[in-house]
């Protein structure tokens, strides 16, 4: 079964740091590039960034909202990513989801399965 | 950043209707278009990679065409099940864009 489980959310003060997991199952995860998508309450998706995969380089590449102040990281012997958010502001507060690219060549690049979210509140 | 204006915003439809949503692209993006579902409470589900190509297991009443800067997804017979929110996303450029998504409704 095909399982993507972000945790980690929660409540923290502005300019606090917190650390997302999604844990991936059913799907062969070091070959592929994983990224992460967030969605404030009652709004639009937004991507926050993307990591290759070690085979593909491991470069991450973030949204210019979050750029300096993420980092994401994978471990593949625990078929885990990693959102760590520092320096976190209220606009931050949404629904994080964690997200697997099965291709990015030829024309498309796409997020094909997706987690259930973990939900980030940043409040004082 | 590139910008994606999707069109209408809402639309008010009713089962059997064919709907037509648009994506715009701030600049060109080739190909490099995806259209994702999501219903209330729930993960988004990609319907549509490389701007036509029908994501397995997904109905072929949805379909996607466009290329460089304008887009569509076109839902031929509506469903009651399709009543949901739509998005595009680019993925020509860093930093990847999704569009403001358009809700479809009775």
């Known amino acids: 079964e095909v399982q993507l489980v972000e945790s980690g959310g929660g409540l923290v003060k502005p300019g606090g740091s917190l650390k997302l997991s999604c844990v991936v199952s059913g799907l062969p995860f070091s070959p592929a590039w994983m990224s992460w998508v967030r969605q404030a309450p009652g709004k639009g998706l937004e991507w926050v960034g993307r990591m290759k995969s070690k085979g593909g380089g491991g470069t991450t590449d973030y949204a210019t909202a979050v750029k300096g102040r993420f980092i994401i990281s994978r471990d593949d012997s625990q078929n885990t990513l990693y959102l760590l958010m520092n320096s976190l502001q209220i606009e931050d507060t949404a629904l994080y989801y964690c997200?697997?690219?099965?291709?990015?060549?030829?024309?498309?690049?796409?997020?094909?399965?997706w987690g259930q979210g973990t939900l980030v509140t940043v409040s004082p | 950043d590139i910008q994606m204006t999707q069109s209408p915003s809402s639309v008010s439809a009713s089962v059997g209707d064919r709907v037509t949503i648009t994506c715009r692209a701030s600049q060109g993006i080739s190909t490099w278009l995806a259209w994702y579902q999501q219903k209330p409470g729930k993960a988004p589900k990609v319907l549509i990679y490389g701007a036509s190509n029908l994501q397995s297991g997904v109905p072929s009443r949805f379909s996607g065409s466009g290329s460089g800067t304008d887009f569509t997804l076109t839902i031929s017979s509506l469903q009651p099940e399709d009543f949901a929110t739509y998005y595009c996303?680019?993925?020509?450029?860093?930093?990847?864009?999704f569009g403001q998504g358009t809700k479809v409704e009775f």
């Open positions: 997200a697997w690219i099965p291709k990015c060549s030829d024309g498309a690049c796409y997020l094909d399965r």
């Open positions: 996303q680019q993925a020509n450029s860093l930093p990847w864009t």
